[in-house]
T-cell receptor, first 111, second 115 residues
Framework: DAKTTQPPSMDCAEGRAANLPCNHS???????VYWYRQIHSQGPQYIIH???NNETNEMASLIITEDRKSSTLILPHATLRDTAVYYC????????????FGTGTRLQVTL | DADVTQTPRNRITKTGKRIMLECSQT?????MYWYRQDPGLGLQLIYY???????NKGEISDGYSVSRQAQAKFSLSLESAIPNQTALYFC??????????????FGEGSWLTVV
């Protein structure tokens, strides 16, 4: 599975959009990009995933570059409750057993 | 109510004791997992089960055993607990039959301290 690179930490003002980048330059054609987050010591929470097209749900938007070598998770109006560690993960369908969480990006939302 | 329920949520046990962490799910998913997380680190896969008759070792299975009693229940046992098994343990589920077959849903975690 492709490796991912994320900045270790980011800050965002409450009410502003939080844009979290992820590089996955070795991604294969059949690998999806998944985003999870973990609020302090809680179980990781699924946010969104995508293959090629941009995706949006009630939590966030996922923008994947045309070459699929990088992506950005967008939280359109960050709140203090969005403070968490965000993980970008690349996986092929059916390989959930290989889901591994690296160090992710620690997003701090401030007043 | 939570879709993935873990019990106990917190437990302190002594070295050498047997401890069982239980997990039940109401999502109807076929796959279940046990992870551990050490403070400040990522999650490590201990065991996973694709169905009641299928159990697989993960990255760090030594010192642990599991039992899939039913589709909805997956328990993790530490036969003889040791202090370096002090960690936060997560149970999780996924459903390969769905389009989002890799989407994993986690429980709230069980804090285990071995003294």
């Amino acid at each position: 599975d492709a490796k991912t690179t994320q900045p270790p930490s980011m800050d965002c003002a409450e009410g502003r959009a939080a844009n979290l980048p992820c590089n996955h330059s070795t991604i294969s054609g059949n690998e999806y990009v998944y985003w999870y987050r973990q609020i302090h010591s809680q179980g990781p929470q699924y946010i969104i995933h995508g293959l090629k097209n941009n995706e949006t749900n009630e939590m966030a938007s996922l923008i994947i570059t045309e070459d699929r070598k990088s992506s950005t998770l967008i939280l359109p109006h960050a709140t203090l409750r969005d403070t968490a560690v965000y993980y970008c993960i690349v996986l092929r369908t059916g390989t959930a057993s290989k889901l591994t969480f690296g160090t992710g990006t620690r997003l701090q939302v401030t007043l | 109510d939570a879709d993935v329920t873990q019990t106990p949520r917190n437990r302190i046990t002594k070295t050498g004791k047997r401890i069982m962490l239980e997990c039940s799910q109401t999502k109807g998913h076929d796959r279940m997992y046990w992870y551990r997380q050490d403070p400040g680190l990522g999650l490590q896969l201990i065991y996973y089960s694709f169905d009641v008759k299928d159990i697989n070792k993960g990255e760090i299975s030594d010192g642990y055993s599991v039992s899939r009693q039913a589709q909805a229940k997956f328990s993790l046992s530490l036969e003889s607990a040791i202090p370096n098994q002090t960690a936060l343990y997560f149970c999780a589920t996924s459903d390969l039959r769905r389009r989002s077959g890799n989407t994993i849903y986690f429980g709230e975690g069980s804090w285990l301290t071995v003294v």
